[in-house]
């Protein structure tokens, strides 16, 4: 009975104080390439500034002078500004080449906000855009970004089925 009643009392005061419930995730896309079943799964949360280092973007970079940092990378998704405390940022991102899982690590999204979640191509247009190779050994994620006023492309993050995950431009083997 103290047990039920602590507990009780906890998520009382969870819910008062506003505790963050956890994060649910969305299914973003799903194929199957080569008969290798792909799902990519994104978690929003809500931004938090404590829980990040923010700092000014280097002077003369291509951003603005107004532009800033979440954890060493440019914001992406509100004009280069520090959103306020609560706007979505991506807080996970996870895809499944069959039976293997992949976590993109968090610096590689955090810097990312409102992230649009619809990866379908309608009427000329595709919000999110994801590229999967043709072996179905790594996947492309672009994110379409933004609130609506500025909307844009976020460069993209590569996954791979062997783990490795990158932000970089994509390169080609030099001849």
């Not at 047990?3 to 009382?12: R, V």
């Not at 799902?39 to 280092?53: G, L, Q, V």
């Not at 280097?58 to 306020?84: F, H, Q, T, W």
């Not at 979640?117 to 009427?123: E, I, L, P, T, V």
Request: glycine share 12%.
């Amino acid at each position: 009975m103290k047990l039920a009643l602590i507990s009780y009392l906890f998520f009382g005061l969870s819910v008062a104080f506003g505790a963050e419930k956890a994060p649910k995730q969305r299914l973003l896309f799903s194929a199957t390439v080569r008969d290798i079943p792909i799902h990519i799964y994104m978690t929003e949360r809500p931004f938090d500034p404590a829980n990040h280092k923010i700092t000014p973007a280097p002077v003369g970079s291509k951003a603005g002078s107004e532009a800033k940092l979440v954890d060493g990378r440019l914001v992406v998704g509100r004009d280069g500004a520090i959103p306020k405390a609560g706007i979505p940022h991506l807080a996970g991102l996870s895809v499944l080449f069959g039976d293997r899982r992949v976590d993109v690590p968090e610096h590689f999204i955090a810097h990312i906000f409102s992230p649009h979640d619809d990866a379908s191509f309608r009427d000329g247009f595709a919000d999110t855009i994801v590229s999967v190779s043709a072996d179905g050994k790594a996947v492309i994620i672009s994110f379409g970004v933004g609130d609506g006023g500025g909307t844009t492309f976020h460069r993209g993050i590569f996954v791979g089925a062997d783990g490795k995950c990158s932000d970089e431009e994509l390169r080609r083997p030099e001849p």
